[in-house]
């Protein structure tokens, strides 16, 4: 594996969390043969960084000043330049806006990575001059999110890492002589100590401390108060903390100002109070943990807020904010109330946590995974991909459409990158952990198909007008954009059909014909296509993609099943119904039978909803008219999850396409009930039993093929095998047929 030369370039190395940060990265970095260089406008650590023999150079990215960004500019192209750096690694807004300007001039000379530490204001057009590189790290989910959100960095360019902390510098067996002899702390006395930026964006708990001075001085008989740190405010409060040691009579608080030797600072410390880095800091020196900023409040820290602090990268966003009552109730707790015993215990799980979560070699880790995704991008031909189709809509066979594509093309290799348009694209991230953004937001959509190389519509039946002519003339619309920006166009394993209007019909062959490449999941679709006047020749006949789809094991099928009141003591029989045309005489004839196959066969019937709610009603509809007991399937489960628990049925009835499919898939025998063109075609190509149309439903012939079933399950089961087999190997076809187009477009 490369061992890169790494520019880390931030604003500064005087105390801070997100300094700390860098510094402990750039060490464990050159431990693990990385050369390390650092650029900044200079601080206290740069002794540090010395001492590891990392080289520094100073350039003034300290300000938003346009002559010391411009000379910033010019210190690190020749820096990069001389030192020949693969990988240029941001830390903060202003050197990325520099870095960013950089990487648009010199191109392919570096990979570009960035760290978000913080969220930012993104007002007056800041927004749009920020620059998050090629890969972002991220020291938390929620600025994950806040990254997607405001600055559409796409899911997959995110590396979510932690705060690494070096545990054996931060350790209980500290050294404290230094400090306590520097700041006459006798070991008797109670001790608080705080570390923060003292600026006014990160001060504000220090504020509440020294104001709470006198009370906590009389509450806590002897405290002292270690407040570590300096910036922007420090004179301010160094003359605040003067007044209240006057106040008390002696001095109680005593401001530090910049340090390096934290851990030896924190050390002396009986509670510690603060948030981000130096909390978890506190946390691996085994005390006791107040978790307090200006963003929020935590609290004192323990198991019952250790999934609460994660989410934030104990930052407090989103918490209760810190007020003085809630600081003085927490630290008299943890001096007066807590024994010295509980306060030791509270401190060996905050440093098992470190242990487990936050070390600085997963942290170093984190980023080296990110600088190899970049520099594999800035030299391998990357290929981006939108995918337009029928997802966010809580239908199975549709999303499981999505997830087989998805899997299937990015296995083609890591320089795919896909972006789905969801009608939940939240939901579809957060599920699924697909990009995806918003089908009818027209300004993402334009944007996303703007980046793209090709758009895929389908799979699925979506160039249809059964449903409705407005979701045809979506579909067609996308299509219209994507050749409008002269991008390849693919249909990818689509239905055709039905499309019933003259006009429609017309459409259809003037925008399909503009596609570069049509694959159809069906023969029924291309003979329906050239019906219409689309070019045979951009035609091929492929498989549905859910044909090399997988589920979930049968434990945890069974699980779900269970959970849901299924008992398993006998075999069941899994229903599959939607709502169509001509349903009220089916739907009685229907409950008839399922009667029969519980009576005279002893199955268990369970509905299955492969759209919710609308499935649902069905079942319950069919259900209502049945004499014996069924069961229906109400949580709504994942494709996965749908494809484990059809392989526990001895069988499926089916109206749903999909849901067949799912069976093929698990080898469990089906019959199948035919409301469009497509059943029909995929149950003779499985060659499995038709229960006829709805119109004519024959419960005594469909019983028929469901002693059939039952008798010769072997068979049955044998026949899926082979066909199946079949129908994944042409569905396979769609991703190598794609990966043909896009070589074609890099040309």
């Not at 596609?515 to 219409?532: G, V």
Request: hydrophobic share 40%.
């Amino acid at each position: 594996m490369k061992k890169y030369k790494i520019l880390m370039v931030l604003m500064g190395l005087e105390i801070g969390g997100a300094e700390t940060h860098v510094v402990e990265l750039s060490k464990e970095l050159k431990k693990q043969g990385y050369d390390i260089i650092v650029a900044s406008n200079g601080g206290v650590y740069e002794k540090e960084l010395a001492e590891a023999g990392i080289r520094h150079y100073h350039a003034p990215l300290n300000e938003r000043n346009v002559l010391k960004m411009a000379r910033s500019y010019f210190i690190l192209k020749k820096v990069i330049k001389k030192e020949k750096v693969d990988i240029v690694h941001s830390h903060a807004r202003i050197p990325s806006f520099v870095c960013g300007l950089l990487k648009r001039r010199m191109k392919d000379a570096f990979t570009f990575v960035t760290s978000a530490h913080w969220v930012f204001y993104t007002g007056m057009g800041l927004k749009y001059i920020s620059n998050w590189g090629q890969k972002v790290v991220a020291v938390s989910d929620d600025i994950r999110d806040y990254l997607m959100e405001n600055y559409r960095v796409r899911y997959e360019d995110i590396f979510v890492t932690i705060n690494g902390i070096d545990t054996a510098k931060f350790s209980p067996d500290t050294d404290q002589s230094k400090i306590r002899a520097e700041f006459g702390l006798k070991e008797e006395e109670p001790t608080l100590v705080y570390v923060s930026r003292m600026d006014e964006s990160r001060a504000l708990v220090a504020r509440q401390l020294i104001a709470l001075g006198p009370k906590l001085a009389k509450a806590i008989p002897g405290l002292r108060m270690l407040i570590v740190g300096g910036g922007d405010v420090y004179d301010e409060l160094a003359e605040k903390t003067k007044e209240t040691n006057a106040v008390i009579g002696r001095e109680c608080i005593t401001m530090t100002g910049g340090r390096t030797d934290i851990n030896e600072l924190v050390s002396v410390g009986d509670v510690f109070v603060g948030v981000s880095r130096a909390a978890l800091e506190a946390m691996a020196a085994e005390k006791p943990v107040v978790v307090a900023g200006n963003e929020g409040y935590i609290g004192l820290f323990g198991r019952d807020k250790l999934e609460l602090a994660q989410e934030n990268n104990f930052c407090c966003r989103g918490c209760e904010m810190s007020n003085e009552d809630l600081l003085f109730r927490d630290v008299v707790h943890a001096f007066n109330e807590m024994t010295e015993d509980e306060r030791k215990a509270m401190g060996a799980y905050g440093r098992e946590v470190i242990f487990e979560y936050y070390s600085v070699t997963k942290m170093a880790n984190d980023c080296v995974n990110a600088y190899h995704a970049a520099y594999k991008e800035t030299r391998v031909p990357q290929y981006h991909v939108v995918m337009s189709g029928y997802y966010g809509f809580n239908n199975t066979g549709d999303e499981a459409i999505m997830l087989s594509m998805h899997k299937n093309i990015q296995q083609l290799g890591d320089n795919y990158h896909i972006t789905v348009l969801s009608n939940k694209p939240k939901e579809t991230k957060e599920k699924y952990g697909i990009e995806a953004v918003y089908r009818f937001g027209l300004r993402d959509v334009f944007h996303a198909i703007r980046k793209c190389d090709v758009l895929l519509s389908g799979g699925g039946s979506l160039l249809q007008d059964s449903t409705s002519t407005r979701s045809l003339m979506y579909y067609l619309s996308i299509t219209a954009m994507a050749k409008m920006m002269r991008k390849k166009v693919m249909l990818y394993a689509n239905g055709i059909g039905p499309v019933s209007g003259k006009r429609n019909r017309r459409l259809v062959k003037q925008v399909v014909n503009k596609a570069d490449l049509i694959t159809l999941r069906e023969e029924n679709s291309y003979e329906e296509l050239l019906s219409m006047g689309v070019n045979p020749k951009k035609c091929f006949v492929t498989a549905d993609p859910v044909f090399t789809m997988n589920g979930i094991t049968e434990a945890q099928a069974r699980e779900l099943l269970e959970a849901e009141g299924v008992p398993m003591d006998k075999p069941i029989v899994v229903v599959s119904v939607r709502n169509w045309k001509d349903m009220d005489k089916f739907i009685g004839k229907f409950a008839q039978m399922c009667d029969t196959i519980v009576e005279k066969y002893n199955r268990n019937i369970v509905f299955l909803g492969m759209q919710m709610p609308n499935d649902i009603t069905v079942s319950e509809r069919v259900r209502s008219k049945m004499k014996q007991n069924a069961y229906i399937l109400k949580n709504n489960h994942s494709p996965y999850e749908v494809m484990g628990i059809i392989s526990q049925a001895d069988f499926i009835l089916s109206m749903r396409l999909h849901t067949l499919i799912f069976a093929a898939r698990q080898r469990v025998p089906l019959i199948g009930f035919v409301y469009d063109p497509k059943i029909e075609y995929y149950l003779d190509k499985l060659d499995m039993p038709s229960g006829g149309s709805l119109k004519e439903f024959d419960p005594a012939k469909t019983l028929e093929y469901v002693d059939d079933v039952i008798g010769n399950k072997a068979v049955y089961v044998e026949k899926l095998a082979k066909k199946e087999a079949e129908l994944e190997k042409m569905a396979h076809r769609n991703e190598k047929y794609l990966a043909k187009l896009l070589e074609r477009v890099k040309k």
